[in-house]
């Protein structure tokens, strides 16, 4: 079993910049790509970044490059998410997951363990 939960989430104005982290415990965490998705209001929750079990290989939706950097230390169970110059339509509610592969995936179907979510707001 894998326990997944985010902190840092929170209301930041366009432009603005936060970091997300996922705190994971459980069964042995550097075995795991772990990936970021999120659900925008009224929308289907979509996919952000992913991270392989290394660190060495990411993989973002086009919308976030170059603006959000996934990363994570297998030290302390964690991965992060730094999100720079923010827009209003990255609103939403921001979650992590883990996949028992060692390479990334970009479908939430092949992830199996989720967190409870943390809510990003940009305001305009």
């Known amino acids: 079993q894998v326990q997944l939960v985010e902190s840092g989430g929170g209301l930041v104005q366009a432009g603005g910049s936060l970091r997300l982290s996922c705190a994971v415990s459980g069964r042995t965490f550097s075995i795991y790509t772990m990936g970021w998705f999120r659900q925008a209001p009224g929308k289907e929750r979509e996919f952000v970044a992913a991270i392989n079990w290394s660190g060495d290989n990411t993989y973002y939706q086009d919308s976030v490059k170059g603006r959000f950097t996934i990363s994570r230390d297998n030290a302390k169970n964690t991965v992060y998410l730094q999100m720079n110059s923010l827009k209003p339509e990255d609103t939403a509610v921001y979650f992590c997951?883990?996949?028992?592969?060692?390479?990334?995936?970009?479908?939430?179907?092949?992830?199996?363990?989720w967190g409870q979510g943390t809510r990003v707001t940009v305001s305009s």
């Open positions: 997951a883990s996949a028992r592969v060692k390479w990334v995936v970009t479908v939430d179907g092949n992830y199996d363990y």
